[in-house]
């Protein structure tokens, strides 16, 4: 079983956030928690965001605990996003494009142990007799 989150137009570049993505994928994901609280970089941040995402929607979907299941990190994607395109004043009445980056970050989680299936609930419908 496996959960996805997903972080979109991440104000920063995602050359600097694949730098500390690559510390974390494949990971444990207790592992990875506190590699990205102890880490001084400005990705960990958000990366951690989306790893807490991912583990409460594996737990919303399971409906089991995380904490009794083996979670590890996946897939993590570092994609680039648009570009925010800013004008700066130049000499001579000229400006220089200023492109202020962004990036979309996936996150899947799954446990390395076999997560019981859910019993779906069955509705059924009885036919009225007219």
Excluded at 21 to 29: E, L, S
Aim: glycine share 4%.
């Amino acid at each position: 079983m496996e959960a996805v989150a997903k972080l979109r137009n991440c104000p920063m570049s995602a050359r600097k956030m694949r730098l500390v993505a690559d510390n974390i994928r494949g990971k444990d994901v207790a592992t990875a928690l506190d590699i990205l609280r102890f880490s001084k970089r400005e990705g960990a941040y958000w990366l951690e965001k989306v790893l807490l995402s991912a583990i409460n929607n594996w737990e919303q979907k399971t409906g089991e605990d995380a904490a009794e299941y083996d979670l590890y990190i996946k897939t993590l994607l570092v994609d680039e996003g648009p570009f925010l395109k800013r004008f700066r004043p130049a000499p001579h009445g000229r400006a220089h494009r200023i492109r202020k980056r962004t990036n979309h970050v996936t996150v899947v989680v799954a446990s390395r142990v076999e997560v019981p299936e859910a019993e779906e609930d069955t509705v059924t419908y009885e036919e009225e007799e007219e």
